[in-house]
């Protein structure tokens, strides 16, 4: 078990929206409005805006927290007040043990050290003696795969070489506490891999860690719990499941102003299957709504599409019109079965509806969320299912699996 111990009590941070001062004349009087407008600590003042608002959380030894929100939603933040690059402006955070961080590209790596320097540098900047440094080495350049550029130095190496001696580094040095950004979305799939491997180990041995990605699958299987933030405040806070949900909710709800003028509305979504679904493994989601009686010259339809969490990307959409199937007046339900022949991930089964046009989809309707893990090993967009046979040339013996 590990010494480790991540606590944010009640944290509060303001920022500016960027007043800049290019000469003294501009900078003094500036200086001096400040003086005068003394406003309380908790008020905004001009151009002034809340990046967290009464962010509170604790990761045990042995826990995972994710945090996931949309772009600007106080992630970063949250991470940089967490390892002290910045100052809370109410509430406190505490770290406890050895952190091993890795919250933007190079960030703590020296550019004009090699690579080799960087190691030992991060070692003694974490309170490590140089002998110890020296026994982690070979397994950190090992596991970073930077072996022939070991010694270039740090600033000639591209973002996928930052990311991966930067996370080496941290991940290998006696760490107590570790804190990730999304930096690891850089580079090639395989490190990726083996970084959130080495990340489910640290955590098994007891290493309390912080991790924010926009990698859903990794954060639904490698975290105990999750914080969902919306501009910069807790939307969500339990289980990754419950957090991801709540995501996918609020990505994917309809517009206040839209309303069904034309009689069709879309109640609820089920999604019936057993969730982690295997990779190329069959769902059915059955869709509930109401259709008014058919009218000369409009056809109702229901559209059902398939976005990708992690890239924003409708991988796939049809709907009763490609099915040739016309809505029952009234109560209906209607059931669509899909094979999942797409890589692991988080998925959104969305729903849209409303008279068929050309030029423009539906309305928005409800939406269900599919995590996609396991199957057949493989790398790529979709899922083929491939089957492999062999056998020895020339023998007459037929390939078998």
Same mark, same amino acid.
């Given at each position: 078990?590990?010494?480790?111990? /991540?606590?944010?009590?009640?944290?509060?941070?303001?920022?500016?929206?960027?007043?800049?001062?290019?000469?003294? $004349?501009?900078?003094?009087?500036?200086?001096?409005? %400040? +003086?005068?407008?003394?406003?309380?600590?908790?008020? #905004?003042?001009?151009?002034?805006?809340?990046?967290?608002?009464?962010? !509170?959380?604790?990761?045990?030894?042995?826990?995972? &927290?994710? /945090?996931?929100?949309?772009?600007?939603?106080?992630?970063?933040?949250?991470?940089?007040?967490?390892?002290?690059?910045?100052?809370?402006?109410?509430?406190?955070? #505490?770290?406890?043990?050895?952190?091993?961080? #890795?919250?933007?590209?190079?960030?703590?790596?020296?550019?004009?050290?090699?690579?080799?320097?960087?190691?030992? &540098?991060?070692?003694?900047?974490?309170?490590?003696?140089?002998?110890?440094?020296?026994?982690?080495?070979?397994? /950190?350049?090992?596991?970073?795969?930077?072996?022939?550029?070991?010694?270039?130095?740090?600033?000639?190496?591209?973002?996928?070489?930052? =990311?991966? &001696?930067?996370?080496?580094?941290?991940?290998?040095?006696?760490?107590?506490?570790?804190?990730?950004?999304?930096?690891?979305?850089?580079?090639?799939?395989?490190?990726?891999?083996?970084?959130?491997?080495?990340?489910?180990?640290? @955590?098994? $041995?007891?290493?309390?860690?912080?991790?924010?990605?926009?990698?859903?699958?990794?954060?639904?299987?490698?975290?105990?719990?999750?914080?969902?933030?919306?501009?910069?405040?807790?939307?969500?806070?339990?289980?990754?499941?419950?957090?991801?949900? %709540?995501?996918?909710?609020?990505?994917?709800?309809?517009?206040?102003?839209?309303?069904? %003028?034309?009689? +069709?509305?879309?109640? %609820?979504?089920?999604?019936?299957? =057993?969730?982690?679904?295997?990779?190329?493994?069959?769902?059915?989601?059955?869709?509930?709504?109401?259709?008014?009686?058919?009218?000369?010259?409009?056809?109702?339809?229901?559209?059902?599409?398939?976005?990708?969490?992690?890239?924003?990307?409708?991988?796939?959409?049809?709907?009763?019109? !490609?099915?040739?199937?016309?809505?029952?007046?009234?109560?209906?339900? #209607?059931?669509?079965?899909?094979?999942?022949?797409?890589?692991?991930? /988080?998925?959104?089964?969305?729903?849209?509806?409303?008279?068929?046009?050309?030029?423009?989809?539906?309305?928005?309707?409800?939406?269900? &969320?599919?995590?996609?893990?396991?199957?057949?090993?493989?790398?790529?967009?979709?899922?083929?299912?491939?089957?492999? $046979? @062999?056998?020895? $040339?020339?023998?007459?013996?037929?390939?078998?699996?």
């Amino acid at each position: 078990m590990g010494d480790g111990l /991540i606590r944010f009590e009640g944290v509060w941070k303001k920022f500016r929206r960027g007043e800049r001062h290019d000469s003294l $004349r501009d900078l003094i009087p500036a200086l001096g409005r %400040a +003086l005068l407008r003394r406003q309380p600590e908790g008020d #905004l003042g001009r151009q002034e805006f809340w990046a967290l608002q009464d962010v !509170s959380f604790v990761v045990e030894p042995g826990e995972a &927290l994710g /945090i996931i929100g949309p772009n600007g939603a106080g992630k970063s933040t949250v991470l940089k007040i967490l390892i002290r690059l910045l100052r809370p402006t109410h509430g406190r955070a #505490l770290l406890r043990g050895r952190v091993g961080s #890795l919250i933007e590209i190079g960030g703590s790596l020296h550019p004009d050290l090699t690579g080799r320097e960087n190691i030992f &540098l991060q070692g003694s900047i974490m309170g490590m003696r140089r002998a110890e440094i020296a026994r982690r080495f070979d397994e /950190i350049v090992e596991f970073s795969g930077l072996g022939d550029f070991i010694d270039t130095p740090v600033k000639r190496f591209s973002s996928g070489m930052h =990311a991966r &001696l930067g996370f080496s580094v941290a991940a290998h040095l006696e760490t107590d506490v570790l804190i990730i950004d999304e930096v690891l979305a850089v580079g090639d799939a395989a490190f990726q891999r083996k970084a959130f491997d080495r990340m489910k180990e640290m @955590v098994s $041995r007891g290493v309390p860690a912080v991790i924010v990605s926009h990698q859903l699958e990794r954060i639904a299987s490698l975290c105990n719990s999750a914080i969902l933030l919306v501009q910069g405040r807790v939307a969500c806070q339990g289980a990754p499941a419950e957090c991801i949900g %709540a995501y996918a909710r609020q990505q994917s709800a309809p517009a206040a102003t839209e309303e069904p %003028a034309d009689g +069709l509305r879309l109640d %609820a979504i089920a999604l019936a299957a =057993a969730q982690p679904v295997p990779s190329g493994g069959r769902i059915e989601v059955v869709v509930s709504g109401e259709a008014p009686p058919a009218r000369e010259g409009l056809r109702h339809i229901v559209g059902v599409r398939v976005r990708s969490l992690q890239t924003g990307e409708v991988v796939f959409a049809t709907g009763t019109l !490609s099915h040739r199937l016309d809505l029952p007046a009234g109560p209906f339900e #209607l059931a669509v079965e899909l094979q999942m022949n797409v890589p692991p991930g /988080i998925y959104a089964v969305e729903t849209t509806s409303g008279p068929w046009r050309r030029d423009r989809d539906g309305r928005s309707g409800p939406a269900t &969320l599919v995590h996609v893990d396991g199957g057949q090993g493989f790398w790529g967009p979709v899922q083929l299912n491939c089957a492999m $046979r @062999v056998a020895p $040339r020339g023998t007459g013996e037929k390939p078998r699996a």
